[in-house]
């Protein structure tokens, strides 16, 4: 036994030096349970369940290995120094990762302090003195650790809940939040998958019935809510299939959650007014309701009656969000955090007056045949080349179709729909045809586009802007007659008809104050008070997508099929929302919706930690699916999604979150090039760096969609040690040194801080990384010991996929800069971080999340940051690039050190370290009044005796504000 027991520890230090950890463990296990009087199995078993994170297991093996070392007069000091520094680290990681309790170190408690004692009376006999000084390092860090321990597990819920709340992003120089009241998207159903050209079915039919229970949705960016309602729809027709037995069991949840409050009000009046339709008495009231959501949805203005229904659903939401508890009907529920955001608009939205004269001026129809030429789309500046040469080849495919198309007409259907003249010969006719078929051409493209014969109310509501009622309601609107008449007989509507028409709306018709927020009360915009929003849309798009939806269970041909020529948006609208408010009234107790104003990855930190006090306990903390429409686009796409957003899905199979990408589609050259610009990989290796499934890489013309796996993942599925160092170095380095963006429409924002970066840590440590790699990588950082080949990226984004070759000489890196960013992360997490980091620490860090407050300083107006200064440099106060640096003045000044960060981080020593440092994290950034940081009591107090400044400064260009 003992020569197998050879054979195997020979055969396992093979697979241990080729990295093949879980292969040696189970030969150096298999060896001991050959020879279990050896210690140098249990001892070589300890060491590589080390490696492999196990630190249990190695602490097992470490304690059995010295009951049969102890008695060995003749053993080594070297191995019991190793055997004792492993045990050191393997508790201190244990216990950090909550994998070592109370009741494990009790039970080795002799042996811990035997092997600690052996160690320290050997070390005469030791010369490595690295290996001394590590075993020094590792019990001094188990001291500290030991008695953090002893102070339970109270502090370390604290610090999850104050972490939950740390800002993630960079902050914008301004915090007014852009405000898109309508939407653009197709309408979407969750149930179904993303949309129709991404189908991605949930089978509620196979789910289990503890999950029917529990299927819940979240809408992040939720807009104007539409794919909200066509999931209910879809939820409605889910739960009217399934077995009565299971129907019983069948509840669903839905988080409708934006970061403006304007949004989250808007879209409860739209509830509460599918509310009112279900208990309305009368079918005439219910067509009122109906209207009312029309023009409160897609109208810039609405009859006097609407405005009036609308006002009372606003003041009848003020009384009921007043009330405690709050009186909504039982299937919707307001955050109760959430609720002053949204009293606040309400209020505004009652007691403002707005002209509507000036919002029908302020909005710009762009019809089918008023859009812009595709060419002059494709030829925006900064599209990127790649991209621009495939979408001309396939618009120059799509125009050859059609030009088929029309070339094999028959005259009868080419007259018919108005492409030849009538009364022509055919040769004429032909001739006519082949002379215009490039206009022919460039009209149907744009018809095809947005898939859509031009209704007659369009001609309509090119002169009014405004909707036709529905018929029942049209004998208040006599000053209508003529003109429809004219329109729908087609006519060109006349000057007088107009006249009166618009007369009509001026005096009798008031502005959707829904589409009004706080900015347009703004002085710095509207030194009047008195903004209108600028609205430049297709409306009947939306309006078609609406359609689309309502057609959705028909053949494809008969979905896709225009609307006829007679057909109303009233018309379409109505069949939506019936559809709507039918499927809420069936499913009655069985759904729940909730709002919440806030950031997306911010709300979801806060439901992982427990820190969303205010939502109750019984409400889901994980989703079965969530759709983030391009919230991605502004907070990190793929790599904040698969930290922050993709824990919160639930482990199954059919989990899944998607987004798509709709600020800077022009920008990528490919796939690869997004994913490469946001986590610095490819989508093949996502899965493998950070357990997270890829199900839909198409992110720039079709749809992100990601999955959910149970973690932690075995170590093999994962990245290496070396790769995944040299990861973090890219992904660190990147958050210290920041690329330029251009202007929209190709404008990408990376705005990850370093506490998002250090969220990584705390993510890959669940993912299954071990705690000791990560512990080793924050020790070089915060030691000023990072030596890395890996340049970080400081041109125009994207970043190109080709950038992740690119390498430089070995240098050690400066991050003392960065070092009190850290100290504030790692003081607020302490208790809970996963890993031990307290023997890294410099001397005057604070471990203590008290320590660690918000202090505000005020600031002169900076022009940079200005939307003037904006329109001349293409820089927006609205891109997330604000840093702050603390500097001693007499040492070096402002516009030297932001102009120089780059060769600092490279190592320049000028200024010196510890006269100066940055801070990418800030609580709050409004460039005309005060900007908000966190930094610690004592750090604060000897900034202040040693007279310390402060500028707040673009990443990006370096300008300096005060």
């Known amino acids: 036994m003992r020569g197998n027991a050879a054979i195997l520890k020979e055969q396992g230090n093979v697979a241990f030096k080729a990295g093949q950890l879980t292969k040696a463990s189970e030969l150096y296990q298999r060896a001991e349970q050959a020879d279990p009087k050896d210690h140098v199995y249990p001892s070589n078993l300890s060491a590589a369940l080390y490696e492999l994170g196990d630190y249990k297991g190695s602490v097992d093996a470490v304690c059995r290995s010295w009951s049969l070392l102890q008695d060995c007069r003749d053993a080594k000091a070297d191995l019991v120094l190793r055997l004792s ?6 508790l201190c990681h244990g216990v950090r990762a909550g994998t070592i309790t109370r009741k494990i170190i009790d039970a080795y408690e002799t042996a811990i302090s035997q092997l600690r004692h052996a160690a320290t009376e050997r070390l005469a006999k030791v ?10 390092r590792s019990w001094e860090e188990w001291d500290v650790t030991q008695a953090e321990y002893n102070e339970g597990s109270q502090n370390a819920d604290d610090c999850l809940n104050r972490w939950a709340r740390l800002p993630l992003f960079c902050k914008p120089l301004d915090h007014t939040k852009e405000f898109f009241p309508i939407g653009t998207d197709a309408v979407i159903d969750l149930t179904e998958g993303w949309d129709f050209q991404s189908s991605y079915p949930l089978h509620v039919n196979k789910l289990p019935l503890d999950r029917l229970s529990q299927i819940a949705f979240l809408f992040g960016g939720v807009g104007d809510g539409r794919h909200v309602f066509g999931t209910i729809c879809g939820l409605h027709n889910t739960y009217k299939k399934l077995s009565k037995a299971k129907q019983a069991h069948f509840r669903s949840h839905i988080t409708m959650l934006d970061v403006h409050d304007g949004m989250i009000a808007r879209d409860l009046c739209i509830l509460m007014l599918l509310h009112e339709y279900n208990t309305a008495a009368s079918e005439k009231a219910r067509v009122a309701i109906s209207a009312t959501l029309m023009y409160t949805y897609l109208g810039a203005a609405m009859p006097s009656y609407c405005y009036d229904k609308l006002q009372g659903v606003i003041k009848d939401l003020q009384k009921r969000l007043a009330a405690t508890p709050p009186d909504l009907p039982p299937w919707l529920h307001v955050v109760a955090d959430t609720i002053p955001a949204v009293t606040r608009i309400l209020e505004y939205w009652t ?74 010969s055919p040769a004429a006719a032909r001739a006519f045809l082949e002379r215009d078929m ?28 405004v909707f036709l009622p529905p018929q029942e309601l049209f004998k208040a609107h006599p000053a209508f007659v003529q003109g429809r008449k004219e329109i729908k007989e087609g006519a060109q ?7 009166k028409a618009i007369n009509h709306i001026i005096s009798d018709w008031k502005p959707n ?73 069936t499913l009655g107790s069985r759904i729940r919706i909730e709002l919440i104003c806030g950031g997306l990855s911010e709300e979801l930190a806060k439901m992982r930690f427990n820190g969303d006090l205010t939502r109750p306990k019984e409400f889901p903390r994980k989703y079965t699916r969530m759709w983030l429409s391009n919230v991605p686009d502004y907070t990190h796409g793929p790599m904040n999604m698969s930290i922050y957003v993709a824990p919160n899905l639930q482990d199954h199979s059919q989990a899944a979150v998607a987004c798509n990408c709709l600020l800077n589609t022009g920008a990528w050259a490919n796939d690869a090039e997004f994913f490469h610009t946001y986590t610095f990989l490819l989508p093949g290796e996502f899965p493998r760096y950070l357990a997270c499934p890829v199900i839909d890489e198409h992110a720039i013309m079709g749809n992100l969609v990601l999955g959910v796996k149970s973690l932690p993942r075995p170590l093999s599925e994962l990245a290496t040690r070396d790769e995944l160092i040299t990861w973090l170095a890219r992904v660190l380095f990147n958050t210290f040194i920041h690329g330029h963006s251009l202007p929209a429409p190709t404008n990408v924002r990376l705005p990850h801080n370093l506490v998002a970066f250090f969220g990584l840590l705390m993510h890959l440590h669940r993912v299954g990384y071990p705690g000791h790699w990560l512990s080793d990588f924050m020790s070089r950082v915060l030691s000023g010991q990072l030596l890395s080949d890996v340049p970080p990226y400081d041109d125009v984004y994207p970043i190109a996929v080709s950038h992740r070759n690119r390498r430089v000489q070995p240098r050690r890196v400066r991050t003392d800069p960065w070092l009190v960013d850290f100290e504030n992360i790692i003081a607020t997490a302490y208790h809970a971080i996963p890993f031990p980091i307290a023997g890294a620490l410099p001397a005057d860090f604070s471990r203590s999340p008290d320590d660690i407050v918000v202090w505000e300083a005020h600031v002169q107006e900076a022009e940079f940051a200005s939307h003037r200064f904006a329109n001349f440099t293409g ?46 994290a800030q609580e709050y950034v409004q460039y005309e009044t005060c900007i908000r940081f966190r930094l610690s009591k004592t750090r604060y107090e000897k900034m202040k005796q040693e007279k310390w400044s402060t500028v707040a400064y673009r990443n990006d260009t370096g300008d300096v504000g005060k």
């Open 85 to 90: 520094t492993r045990l050191a680290k393997a």
């Open 438 to 465: 490039d206009g022919i051409v460039d009209a149907m493209e744009r018809m095809m586009a947005g898939n859509r014969v031009p209704a007659f109310e369009e001609d309509w509501f090119r002169h009014t802007k």
């Open 127 to 136: 010369t490595n003195v690295p290996a001394i000084d590590d075993l020094t």
């Open 513 to 585: 104050i829904t589409l009004f927020d706080l900015s347009h009360a703004d002085p710095r915009f509207y030194p009047d008070l008195d903004g209108y929003p600028t609205l430049d849309l297709d409306i009947f798009d939306t309006v078609n997508q609406l359609g689309e939806f309502v057609r959705r269970d028909q053949p494809e041909d008969l979905r896709l099929r225009p609307r006829g020529r007679d057909a109303l948006a009233w018309q379409t609208c109505d069949a939506f929302f019936r559809e709507v408010a039918a499927a809420l009234k």
């Open 351 to 424: 007691k403002t007056v707005k002209s509507t004269h000036e919002i029908l001026a302020a909005y710009n129809h762009t019809g089918l045949m008023d859009r812009p030429d595709p060419s002059d789309v494709m030829s925006s500046p900064g599209i990127n080349p790649e991209l621009k040469q495939a979408l001309e080849a396939g618009r120059m495919a799509k125009r050859e179709s059609i030009r088929n198309m029309i070339l094999g007409m028959s005259d009868a259907d080419l007259v018919r729909r108005g492409m030849l003249p009538a009364n022509a």
């Open 875 to 920: 820089h927006s106060p609205h891109d997330p690039r604000t840093h702050l640096l603390f500097y001693r003045s007499d040492v070096a000044t402002a516009d030297r050190i932001t102009g120089d960060v780059r060769r600092i981080f490279e190592g320049k020593p000028t200024p010196a370290p510890g006269t100066f440092f940055i801070l990418t």
């Open 493 to 499: 509507m006349s000057k007088a008809a107009e006249t």
